[in-house]
């Protein structure tokens, strides 16, 4: 069966700083992979998605970046935080279907 | 006006209730439909999916769409508390492609 894994679950970081979230899935091959942020009470916001390796395509302009290394591996990451960059990010996956799984999430904070 | 539009709630049901979970959607090209549960500060967990007009059924649930007024419905029978949880519309156009969600209904099963 297929798993998906986010690292690390909660996050805080003061404002400038670096960051690098991780998402990978297991028991599948060449997913689409993708990376939502969900505000406080809020629906989820599409950031990028990525239908192989090295392939991404952003939704959102802002500081973010994602990156997909290897096959199953997913990375979301910024060079200097923002406040506004506070939310719970999500990353999920499909395949050849219709239905979308998603990770557990990460909560960040930046302070 | 948004792609997809959800009674914002949040709404408080006594245990054994009928609830119903309602979206509207403006984008006639939407093929596929889904509902997920989101507890909270977890990821969502897709409870049903549906491509066609009319019902769904599983278990207490039921997933309802009307393609001709571009409506959908999730009906949650017998509610439990275990069921209080924000609840995720979502539409798709095709298979493996990025979802546009609603922002979620917040719902209360109170014992």
């Known amino acids: 069966s297929q798993t998906i894994h986010q690292w690390p679950a909660t996050l805080v970081q003061p404002v400038g700083s670096p960051l690098s979230l991780e998402c990978t899935v297991e028991?599948?091959?060449?997913?689409?992979l993708y990376w939502y942020r969900q505000a406080a009470g809020r629906g989820l916001q599409l950031l990028f998605y990525?239908?192989?390796?090295?392939?991404i395509s952003s939704e959102v302009p802002q500081n973010l970046s994602a990156s997909r290394p290897q096959d199953r591996q997913f990375i979301l990451s910024s060079k200097k935080l923002l406040l506004s960059d506070s939310g719970f990010y999500l990353c999920?996956?499909?395949?050849?279907?219709?239905?979308?799984?998603f990770g557990p999430g990460t909560r960040l904070t930046v302070t | 006006q948004k792609e997809v539009e959800q009674d914002p709630g949040p709404l408080s049901v006594p245990e054994g209730a009928i609830v119903s979970l309602n979206c509207t959607y403006s984008n006639s090209a939407f093929q596929y439909f889904m509902w997920y549960r989101q507890y909270s500060r977890k990821g969502p967990e897709l409870l049903m999916y549906?491509?066609?007009?009319g019902n769904k059924e599983d278990g207490r649930f039921t997933a309802q769409v009307d393609k001709s007024s571009k409506y959908i419905s999730l009906f949650i029978r017998d509610s439990q508390p275990s069921d209080s949880a924000t609840y995720l519309c979502a539409k798709g156009k095709t298979s493996g492609s990025r979802l546009t969600f609603g922002e979620g209904t917040q719902l209360t099963v109170n014992p």
């Open positions: 549906t491509y066609s007009s």
């Open positions: 990525s239908v192989g390796i090295g392939q």
């Open positions: 999920a996956w499909t395949r050849d279907n219709y239905e979308q799984y």
């Open positions: 028991g599948t091959s060449n997913p689409n």
